[in-house]
Structures are given as structure tokens and as C-alpha cells.
């Protein structure tokens, strides 16, 4: 699994500490055999959990099948650009399902401020897809109303930094055609994520902070997709002129 691939440092740690604990409570006396037993389950528990989910959502639930997108005419549409921050599992999925378009891969990978570790080991082990374009997030290579769609797909999250976020949402409906669509697929920081990977759910951006990087871009939201109940997809639509 991609998860323990990517995160091996994370859950490698908790082994050794599940491990030393294991060892300390067979050693200790009644007074703290309970509290280690205690901290090595707030360890074992959450680890799983997140494990467990992350294998439903990736490996299990057909999230790159985007069922969600089968309607009329919508194999005929002429360019296709998906945005990545470094691991791109969007392309190979779209390439069937829209073999009449021109597809573009973007990276902002190299452009970010702050890289976590788990997408570091991601780019390490996955290169760039063929072909992708290194970009900054702030000045994507798109020609304005030229795009039919705009995939980003677990990627819009890695930029930390607010007005560059805003930034981002704005060249992207400056490249979207009049009846275009942006589809943002992303977990948010609500009580699913909370349960499923705890302090980890830090990482992700609440549903209203999505919001208004959406409405702040002249961006509306056509449709909201519960892909799993730990991911949701943004189906975005123009409604400003581009700012």
C-alpha cells in the first residue's frame, strides 16, 4: 500500500514505540503495566484506523473510476488539464475517458513552499508523469478560456500558504471556457477525517475554507460529490468574471 510506502518513517517510529512499550509493560509492575498498555493502544488503535481507511478510500472505494462524470457528450470535449503536486495518479485514469482531448499534465511540485515527507517519498518513488509541465501555482501556462476541464485531484491542499491557494483558484478560472468545470477532489478536516487519522486531519482544509477560496476565485460550486465519507469532490463552475 502506497500509505506505508509513502509514510514508512511515521509508522516505523510507531512500531518501535509500540514495540518498547510492549517490553516495558511486560517489565513493569501493576502500577504502570496499565499505563503503558494504555499509551501502546492510543498508538496501535489510530495507526490502524488510518491505515485501514486510507486503503478503503485509495485501493478499495474505484475513486479514479469517476463514476460521477459519466454524462452526455462529456467524452467529446477538447482539452483536458490536470493539476498534480508531485504523485499524479489522475492522468492514466483520464486518458481513456476522454481519448478525443488534448491532455495536459501540470506539476507545481518544485514550486512549493513546504513539502511534507509522505509526498516527497511519493515523488521519490513515482517520477513525473511523461510529458508534465513544472509550473507555479500563481502563474499556470493556460491560455485564458481554453480549458473544458481542470482536474485537481488531492493536490490544491499542499499549498500551506492562503493567497497563493486564492492565487491558484484564480488562474484556474481564468483558463476555464464559459461551461467548463474544475473538479477538486480532496479530503476535508470534518468528524470522518478526525476519526480516521486524528491530529493527521490537520493537514487537510476545512469545508468552509474551501469555500472561500472557491467564491474568492469567482469559482461556484455546481455540484458536491461524497465519493467516500472521508472524501469529497467540488464540482466548480464559473460565476464571476475572472478577477
Known amino acids: 500500500m502506497n500509505v506505508l510506502r509513502f509514510n514508512w518513517r511515521t509508522y516505523g517510529a510507531a512500531v518501535l514505540a509500540v514495540a518498547a512499550l510492549g517490553v516495558a509493560a511486560a517489565l513493569a509492575g501493576p502500577p504502570w503495566r496499565p499505563w503503558c498498555l494504555l499509551t501502546l493502544a492510543a498508538i496501535v488503535v489510530p495507526s490502524l484506523l488510518s491505515i485501514l481507511v486510507t486503503h478503503h478510500v485509495y485501493d478499495r472505494s474505484g475513486l479514479y473510476a469517476f463514476p460521477w ?122 468528524l470522518a477525517n478526525v476519526l480516521a487519522y486524528t491530529i493527521g486531519a490537520l493537514h487537510f482544509h476545512s469545508r468552509a475554507a474551501w469555500r472561500r477560496a472557491f467564491a474568492g476565485a469567482g469559482l461556484r460550486i455546481d455540484r458536491e460529490v461524497a465519493c467516500t465519507p472521508f472524501v469529497t469532490t467540488f464540482i466548480l463552475e464559473p460565476h464571476d468574471p475572472p478577477p
Open 69 to 190: 462524470l459519466d454524462r452526455p457528450g462529456e467524452g467529446d470535449l477538447e482539452t483536458i488539464v490536470t493539476i498534480t503536486a508531485g504523485f499524479d495518479e489522475t492522468s492514466p485514469a483520464l486518458r481513456p475517458r476522454y481519448p478525443r482531448a488534448a491532455l495536459r499534465v501540470l506539476d507545481f511540485h518544485d514550486a512549493l513552499q513546504r513539502v511534507e515527507p509522505s509526498l516527497r517519498a511519493a515523488r521519490l518513488l513515482h517520477p513525473p508523469t511523461p510529458g508534465s509541465e513544472r509550473v507555479a501555482p500563481a502563474a499556470l501556462p493556460l491560455p485564458s478560456a481554453s480549458a473544458d476541464r481542470i482536474f485537481v485531484i488531492f493536490a490544491a491542499h499542499e499549498i500551506r500558504d492562503q493567497p497563493t491557494r486564492l492565487a491558484f483558484f484564480r488562474e484556474l478560472r481564468r483558463a476555464l471556457k464559459p461551461h467548463g468545470r474544475v473538479i477538486v477532489m480532496e479530503h476535508v478536516r470534518d
